[in-house]
């Protein structure tokens, strides 16, 4: 990892690299995913399993992933790993509860009432990867809080193995979460399907989950048409320490996110020189037992630093400019700094809120913005799988005490029908 010395332009050039990461989505890539989403928009299911015969050589046993074969990946999947998802799932509906918003009434003396409807999306898309980046949790992360918010029916879509079959662990998520229908079908392909419905899938109303480029690219291109979680970029992980913090974990954490991606970014931002030094040599030490090692070490030579600066108040001022998706504070006193950190998708503070807590169990979740954008985008929760309408009720007298007001607004924009629709109520 580079080592970078905050002087207020070494710190600076660095983020400017960094934003060149995940760069403009490849040309070809984005016209390929435009004629996929085309075809699938004029020829439905038969254009969804003609890319599922190119991509993944041949085609499922099942389309659409029988009941039956949901609820026997239930009974013979492992009861301590069903325990785990159990014991998550608890933790991830707890919070999300909290967030659950309530609509409001203001009646008023002159008998004028308005007010707000809260309610959830009639129908969500959920896209779960499959193969090597087949993640249970997820599912969880994705599903419990649509749930909650009210979503009436939720679609998954994921590609099917090789041997045509879906991934069971991603089955047993989905039962527990109570994932109403499940559909064999990966890519941009699948994601066209759940925007524009076929004659199997329906459409949905929104689509969330992650997945690779093309599957990135169909959600951004279809946004508008169907509305979506967020654009999300490869992983980072930002962590502030201190001499307080032990270099093992600061190591460990660090490339807990390395290894997801080689344009993933790991960051430690320190006020001690020597605590950098000694995290490197851990990183050196651990990194030779773990099973991506060499996409730890392509992300962390590309896209890790260790920025040294003479303060903590200075190193929150990176934290805020790099705006990263998971924040740890490995620094004394973390709850001193959560008030000034205020850009961050998650802020995991202290020696033992160690990222991978919050991917798996702790309860907030971890669909979280990548790429700076937390600056101005909110991790998935409760809201994100709801609509609000506003409504109003006036009475005559209430309305001809305001009528002027209207009118002369209405007027001074020159939208004289604006104005004549309340005249004639009092003609």
């Known amino acids: 990892m580079r080592k970078i010395y905050a002087d207020g332009v070494a710190e600076v050039e660095f983020l400017k690299e960094l934003g060149r990461r995940a760069g403009e989505t490849d040309r070809k890539v984005t016209e390929?995913?435009?004629?996929?989403?085309?075809?699938?928009?004029n020829n439905g299911d038969t254009a969804i399993k003609n890319y599922t015969l190119k991509f993944d050589g041949n085609?499922?046993?099942?389309?659409?992933?029988?009941?039956e074969v949901i609820n026997d990946a239930m009974t013979d999947a492992d009861p301590d790993f069903v325990n785990a998802l159990l014991?998550?799932?608890?933790?991830?509906?707890?919070?999300?509860?909290?967030?659950?918003?309530?609509?409001?009434?203001?009646?008023?003396?002159?008998?004028?009432?308005?007010?707000?409807?809260?309610?959830?999306?009639?129908?969500?898309?959920?896209?779960?990867?499959?193969?090597?980046?087949?993640y249970p949790s997820s599912v969880l992360m994705n599903a419990i809080p649509a749930k909650i918010a009210g979503v009436k029916e939720l679609i998954m879509v994921t590609p099917p193995l090789k041997d045509g079959t879906p991934n069971k662990?991603?089955?047993?998520?989905?039962?527990?979460?109570?994932?109403?229908?499940?559909?064999?079908?990966?890519?941009?392909?699948?994601?066209?399907?759940?925007?524009?419905?076929?004659?199997?899938?329906?459409?949905?109303?929104?689509?969330?989950?992650?997945?690779?480029?093309?599957?990135?690219?169909?959600?951004?291109?279809?946004?508008?048409?169907?509305?979506?979680?967020?654009?999300?970029?490869?992983?980072e992980i930002l962590v502030l320490a201190d001499e307080t913090a032990n270099p093992k974990f600061v190591g460990a954490d660090l490339m807990s996110q390395a290894e997801h991606d080689k344009l993933a970014s790991a960051i430690?931002?320190?006020?001690?020189?020597?605590?950098?030094?000694?995290?490197?040599?851990?990183?050196?030490?651990?990194?030779?037992?773990?099973?991506?090692?060499e996409i730890i070490e392509k992300s962390l030579e590309d896209y890790g630093a260790i920025i040294i600066t003479d303060s903590r108040e200075?190193?929150?001022?990176?934290?805020?400019?790099?705006?990263?998706?998971?924040?740890?504070?490995?620094?004394?006193?973390?709850?001193?700094?959560?008030?000034?950190?205020d850009n961050a998708g998650s802020v995991f503070l202290g020696q033992y809120a160690s990222e991978p807590l919050g991917d798996y169990f702790a309860g907030p979740n971890h669909v979280l913005p990548t790429s700076g954008t937390a600056r101005f985008f909110s991790p998935l929760g409760v809201a994100s799988f709801?609509?609000?309408?506003?409504?109003?009720?006036?009475?005559r007298e209430a309305l001809e005490e305001a009528k002027d007001d209207i009118v002369l607004i209405a007027e001074k924009e020159g939208l004289t029908a604006h104005a004549n629709a309340i005249k004639v109520r009092f003609e």
């Open 386 to 395: 709801t609509k609000r309408s506003s409504y109003i009720y006036y009475t």
């Open 32 to 41: 390929t995913v435009s004629a996929i989403i085309e075809d699938v928009k």
């Open 87 to 134: 014991d998550a799932q608890e933790n991830i509906a707890d919070f999300h509860n909290r967030q659950v918003e309530q609509g409001f009434i203001n009646p008023k003396a002159n008998g004028v009432i308005l007010g707000q409807r809260i309610r959830g999306l009639e129908r969500v898309g959920l896209y779960v990867p499959g193969g090597t980046a087949a």
């Open 169 to 235: 662990d991603i089955l047993v998520a989905a039962a527990i979460c109570g994932v109403d229908r499940i559909f064999l079908a990966g890519g941009s392909q699948a994601i066209a399907g759940l925007a524009y419905g076929t004659e199997t899938i329906p459409k949905c109303d929104k689509i969330v989950g992650p997945g690779n480029i093309f599957v990135a690219t169909a959600k951004k291109l279809l946004y508008g048409v169907v509305d979506i979680d967020m654009i999300a970029g490869p992983s």
């Open 314 to 341: 200075k190193a929150v001022e990176i934290a805020n400019a790099i705006a990263p998706e998971h924040l740890e504070v490995l620094m004394e006193n973390p709850m001193e700094l959560l008030g000034s950190l």
């Open 59 to 67: 085609l499922p046993q099942y389309y659409e992933v029988p009941r």
């Open 268 to 293: 430690m931002v320190t006020t001690s020189e020597k605590l950098a030094d000694e995290t490197v040599a851990e990183i050196n030490r651990q990194k030779e037992y773990l099973s991506r090692k």
